[in-house]
Structure formats: C-alpha cells, structure tokens
C-alpha cells in the first residue's frame, strides 16, 4: 500500500519552455504532497506543500511564479516549471501522506529527472 | 533549509562489516525520524522510522538508535552487503509532515 507514482520519468525541454510533473498517490487518498528538488550528489530539499483544494506553501527562497503547483484533487498533485532554464534541470521528486496512517509518515514517488536544454 | 546534521559524508565497509551513519536534530517538535536509502536515479525508499518513545527499532538487517536527550539517533546496518552500497538519508519530521532530511551518507560495502 501506499504508492505513489510520477510520469514522466524523465522529460528533456528547451530553454524558456515549460514542462509538467505529475505526482499521484496509487492507493489512497493524499491530502498533502510535497515536492522536492535534488541536485547531483546533494539531499532532497523541500519546494513546496500544496494541500488538495488550496494554495501550495513555498519554502523559502523557491519561487512560486516559476515552479506552479496545482493539488486538484485527492489523488493528484501537479508541478509546472515556467519558462524553464538550464540551471532548473535537476531530479524533482513528489511525497505524499495518507491520513490513514501515523502521522509525518511521507511515501516517495520515484522521481522525474528534467534536463533543460 | 537543513536542521538535521549527518555523519559521515561518505563511509567505506567490507562486506560483513557495521556501518554506522550518525544524524543529529535541533527542533524539539520534531516527532518521526525515519531513514531512506537511495539508489542513482530513483526515489528514496523508506527502510526503518523510529518515533521518541522508544530508543531502538530494529528490523531484520537495520537497526535504529534513539538518544532523546541528546537528540541524536543512528543507523547500524549488521553484516552488510554489497547490494547495501546506495545513499542513505536521515529525515525528521513533525505531525504536520514538515520533513527535513540530513545531507546523506554515500555507503560503500566492498565484496
């Protein structure tokens, strides 16, 4: 139990285009999910929250214009990058938490490697 | 961004060996700590989680230590193998499902 699936796996764009992630939970319904970026060789580091029905909570620093997060519906959690540049290429990986569960437990897509061009 | 601290960067074991991967945490709210190993080019897998009322969790292979007062805890993985070589991450989060991660840890389990 507790899958969570993202598509595509691995996208390649030109520069100034923009690209969409989708992130959905298989098994269950995820009230949250959370994106998160990681780097070559570095750890994951937490963009965003985005709650079904709301606004996504950026974390500092993220920019919340280029990097739009839209949480639909209990299933689905989707990541746009806007007029993407070379240096947002990076591995973007989704969570989700079921609220059938322990709390703070987070269940890991398998990530989108995105490579800007 | 990073409020849990890991040691070390890297660590090299033959196989049969204990490696042991460190991570320390300041915020005091935090209520989960789980470790994730990671292969190149996929997700973190969760592979143990370990809540502060208890301070050991083991399961089969992998054993979690927990220091509450010092808050610390650790990672043993007891008579590792080569398949163990992969990127593990020490996380502690909240209720609310904030997670931090630790910077990682690159283990490799020499044949």
């Known amino acids: 139990g507790a899958v969570v699936s993202q598509h595509p796996s691995w996208v390649i764009c030109k520069s100034g285009t923009s690209v969409k992630i989708e992130c959905r939970s298989l098994?269950?319904?995820?009230?949250?999910m959370f994106w998160y970026r990681q780097f070559p060789k570095q750890s994951l580091m937490l963009m965003a929250t985005?709650?079904?029905?709301?606004?996504?909570?950026?974390e500092q620093g993220v920019e919340k214009d280029k990097f739009l997060i839209n949480h639909a519906s209990l299933t689905l959690s989707t990541l746009t990058v806007t007029s993407a540049h070379p240096e947002d290429s990076s591995f973007y990986i989704c969570?989700?938490?079921?609220?059938?569960?322990?709390?703070?437990?987070?269940?890991f897509g398998p990530g989108t490697r995105l490579t800007v061009t | 961004q990073q409020q849990v601290k890991q040691s070390p960067q890297s660590l090299i074991v033959q196989k049969g060996g204990i490696p042991i991967i460190n991570c320390a945490y300041e915020n005091t709210a935090f209520d989960y700590f789980p470790w994730y190993q990671q292969f190149p080019g996929k997700g973190p897998a969760l592979l143990i989680a370990?809540?502060?009322?208890?301070s050991e969790k083991k399961e089969g292979r992998f054993t979690i230590s927990f220091n509450k007062s010092a808050k610390q805890f650790s990672l043993h993985i007891m008579d590792s193998q080569p398949g163990d070589s992969a990127t593990y991450f020490c996380a502690a989060s909240n209720g609310g499902g904030d997670m931090r991660f630790g910077a990682g840890t690159r283990l490799t389990v020499k044949p």
């Open positions: 985005s709650n079904e029905g709301s606004k996504a909570t950026y």
């Open positions: 098994d269950f319904q995820a009230t949250t």
């Open positions: 370990i809540r502060p009322d208890v």
């Open positions: 969570s989700a938490t079921d609220p059938g569960k322990p709390s703070g437990e987070q269940y």
